[in-house]
């Protein structure tokens, strides 16, 4: 698989990477040997890079991948994380005792003396412009706890205000099909400032594979039910913030655009890889098999147009909702 470097870190990371969120919780039960299942299917596909974070079923994510890198030492793996959800959301919260409690935590979960890369997990807007956070930041990587730093976050305003700190090394954001504003201003921000993009919920939360119908219903500890309308998170982490229904529609719009030989998901998830200044993608997978068609998306070719009628469809049915919200 094509392998980028990513952002600030200096290492090489495959194009599709694996999102672990569905290996912790809110997404169904996944019991340990599926999740390590997955897991093998994803490096046996050429998949380096695992983003997992602290808060998915409370560490499970991360033991099982810690447990997966401990059995697999060969592998060339880069392991991101994330901190900061675990705790009320106050910015006054996000200060260097916390950041080490918060890693050595991580750390004993994955089983290392140093993180490869940890990320701010979509902390209050506040935090994304204060010094003192990047400051901690900065001397948890002298003090080799972490290697590298970067920002998850759920907005353009606030990719941007941290791809102007000199430290940051990645910066993880909603993008796919049915979430295009990254595009305009974040990709080449972040290319001119050396700073890795890590593309998430690639799929609308399932929308773009094309399975699901108006019909479609959801587990009560799914997320995709629990927080259809933002009642336990950003109401944009499920289904990109989109209308069920009217996501529906335009994925059916979506699917007729794959070309032969490839899945809805695939092309969604190549049409990512496609994007100047995207490092890696990330999307889950609940069984190795769902894992191994994500990896293959990689080899996706996409036909001429198709990038242009993304744009349509996002125009017709999402810029005037999506666009000025995130």
């Not at 349509?312 to 919200?325: E, L």
Request: aromatic share 8%.
């Amino acid at each position: 698989m094509e392998q980028r470097i990513l952002g600030g870190t200096g290492r090489e990371v495959s194009v599709v990477g694996l999102g672990t969120w569905q290996l912790g919780a809110d997404w169904g039960d996944v019991s340990e040997d599926d999740a390590l299942g997955v897991l093998e299917a994803a490096a046996e596909s050429g998949v380096t890079f695992f983003d997992t974070a602290d808060v998915y079923g409370d560490g499970r994510s991360e033991q099982l991948i810690g447990r997966f890198v401990t059995e697999h030492p060969e592998l060339p793996l880069t392991v991101a994380t994330k901190m900061g959800r675990r705790e009320a959301q106050d910015p006054a919260n996000f200060t260097l005792p916390k950041f080490r409690e918060w890693t050595d935590r991580s750390r004993r979960n994955l089983g290392v003396d140093r993180l490869d890369l940890v990320q701010l997990h979509c902390p209050p807007t506040p935090v994304f412009s204060t010094d003192a956070v990047y400051d901690a930041l900065d001397t948890l990587v002298e003090e080799g706890v972490i290697e590298n730093y970067g920002v998850s976050v759920e907005t353009v305003d606030e990719a941007l205000a941290a791809i102007a700190r000199p430290g940051t090394a990645t910066v993880q954001i909603i993008l796919n099909a049915f979430r295009l504003k990254p595009l305009d201003r974040v990709l080449p921000a972040a290319r001119a400032a050396g700073v890795g993009i890590i593309a998430r919920v690639p799929l609308a939360s399932g929308l773009l594979s094309g399975r699901y119908s108006e019909q479609t219903t959801f587990a009560a500890d799914d997320h995709r039910n629990y927080n259809r309308h933002g009642e336990a998170f950003d109401v944009g982490e499920t289904f990109s913030g989109v209308d069920f229904e009217e996501g529906v529609q335009a994925a059916r719009e979506f699917a007729e655009l794959v070309p032969e030989g490839a899945t809805p998901a695939q092309a969604a998830i190549a049409w990512i890889i496609a994007q100047d200044g995207v490092t890696t993608v990330i999307p889950g997978a609940r069984s190795p098999e769902q894992a191994r068609a994500n990896a293959a998306a990689a080899a996706v070719r996409l036909p001429d147009g198709f990038d242009a009628a993304v744009h349509r469809i996002y125009d017709s049915h999402f810029r005037a909702s999506i666009h000025p919200r995130w």
